[in-house]
């Protein structure tokens, strides 16, 4: 049970997304936002590169910054469910997944006028009742490849280290012309508080958007991940 909860690949509760379809292709992914303090930072530097992303935002701020939400949108980022309040929601009834998923749904909707299509719970645990509430709400989970842990990075050169298995499987897996891509998950935000510092975050991003572009990757939102 553990290990399906937890486990990146696990289909054990349903279908997921744990890896694009191509080694060629890099999903980058962030959790927690929108966050204000770094959002838009961000978005200026995913611009500098032509790199697509995705956000799995959480319900309350986007509430609280709807404009960030269109910004993102605007700019050619995909948009994702990450709850309203991000609980744990491994030991959570159905109800109240079912609100949390809801609720957040519904905020995105009424923003970008299109409902999300993708869902991301929070700490990565999954239950029978999420995959069947997110499966609803005709969203598709999505997990990762690569979760580096930027929220506890004591130094940038630290972080930018953790995200080093991404070239080199890159690398692996091009020359051998087979096997899946990555999904990359970090974070703009924090589910702590809003206004996170994320400034190691951007700079180990810094380091590698050009390096990951000179490799030959390309970078894809969740929508053009997967078929
Ligand atoms: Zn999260």
Redesign the pocket.
Known sequence: MAYGATNASSQLFGRTIYRTDSPRKLAVTF??GPNPSITPKLLDLLDRYHAPATF?L?GRYIRECPELVREISARGHVVGN??ES?RNLFWRRASEIRIELRLTHSAIKNILGAPPKWF?P???FRNPWLAGEARELDMRVVMWTLLPGDWKAPSAEWLIQRMQPIALRAQRAIQSGSGAGEILCL?D???HEQGADRNLTLAALEHWLPRWRDLGLEFVTIENAVR
């Open positions: 959790d927690d799995f959480i990450h709850t991000h991301r929070p700490f990565g974070h935000g924090s589910h």
